[in-house]
């Protein structure tokens, strides 16, 4: 072989070498982003904006990088609703407890000590006013896997309010609740059960649904343990809501009522959770 035609062949081999490195190396670099966004093995993402800018510009970082998400989802609707459930669905024996008017430090941990003893969620609907005071419980409520709702700023009776005032009352409860336990509120309950039009609309306009009670335990007029224990016993059943309290007064016999009726509830077969949303 001559000389020259040799020193051509070695050329060729050559540049088909750092081509070939090349290939590979652009291969490995689109294996890197693939990993971080999740994607499969697929060729790499074009640059960001209509073309690819040269080398040494940084006009591009300025301009959004657009179509790499996953499609946005339509917003979820909540029904305005005539009337609140007394009760949830679901499947077998299932319960929901629900305490209301809290937190307050004198009784809610107690609460939470037993119901994270026995491993079950409930559900509390808080008062705004009280969350200045209780933003670890709501935080520990969050981490233990409790919903949080909201029951007003201050425990007014809504049907002598406002629209105004009732979107006030529901709306800084809201901000508390969100701030404190890190989401918004997805549940509503009335005090004292009163509801009307207004609270309905209003309710579904911050995103949350209804709730009432099939249960009332009347823990809020001290009638004795015993006497919690039974009205939560004779009224269980599936999709039952028990209604107590863990705040606005002495709720020592909710809480000792509470240690003796949910292993009893648990023994008897009954799920107790909590309930989940259905949106339209």
Same mark, same amino acid.
């Given at each position: ?13 050559? /540049? ?32 960001? *904006? ?5 080398? %040494?510009?940084?006009? +591009?970082?300025?301009?959004? #990088?657009? %179509?790499? *998400? ?37 009784? !809610? ?8 003893? +026995?491993? $079950?969620?409930?559900?509390?609907? #808080?008062?705004?006013?009280? $969350?200045a005071g209780g933003r ?10 409790? $919903? ?8 007014p009776l809504l049907t002598?309010?406002?629209?105004? /005032? ?15 336990? *890190? ?8 005090? +004292?059960? @009163? ?5 309905? /609309?209003?309710?579904?306009?911050? *995103? ?13 007029? !001290? ?11 004779? &009224? @269980?059943?599936?999709?039952?809501? #028990? ?5 606005? &007064?002495?709720?020592? /016999?909710? #809480? ?17 959770? $909590?309930?989940?949303?259905? +949106?339209?």
């Amino acid at each position: 072989m001559k000389k020259d035609q040799l020193l051509t062949r070695l050329l060729t081999r050559r /540049q088909a070498l750092i081509a070939g490195a090349g290939a590979v190396g652009a291969a490995a670099t689109a294996g890197v982003i693939t990993t971080v966004t999740g994607d499969g093995p697929t060729a790499p993402a074009p640059a960001a *904006g209509p073309q690819a800018r040269p080398a %040494g510009s940084h006009a +591009y970082r300025l301009q959004p #990088v657009t %179509g790499y *998400g996953p499609p946005r989802a339509a917003p979820r609707r909540t029904l305005v609703r005539r009337e609140a459930p007394l009760k949830v669905s679901g499947r077998g024996r299932t319960m929901v407890l629900t305490f209301d008017d809290g937190p307050d430090p004198r009784f !809610t941990p107690d609460i939470l000590d037993t119901l994270a003893e +026995y491993d $079950v969620r409930a559900m509390f609907f #808080v008062c705004g006013e009280m $969350v200045a005071g209780g933003r670890k419980l709501l935080a520990r409520m969050a981490d233990e896997g409790h $919903v949080v709702g909201n029951h007003t700023w201050s425990h007014p009776l809504l049907t002598r309010l406002t629209r105004r /005032q009732i979107r006030s009352q529901m709306e800084r409860t809201s901000d508390a609740i969100e701030d404190a336990y *890190g989401e918004r509120p997805e549940w509503f309950r009335a005090p +004292y059960g @009163a509801w009307n039009r207004a609270a309905f /609309q209003l309710g579904a306009e911050l *995103g949350m649904e209804p709730l009432a009670w099939t249960v009332d335990t009347l823990d809020w007029t !001290t009638p004795g343990v015993r006497s919690i224990v039974k009205k939560v016993e004779r &009224g @269980a059943a599936p999709g039952v809501v #028990v209604l107590s309290h863990d705040a606005g &007064g002495d709720r020592s /016999q909710s #809480v000792k009522a509470l240690r003796r009726y949910l292993p009893e509830l648990l023994d008897s077969g009954y799920h107790v959770t $909590v309930p989940r949303r259905h +949106y339209a």
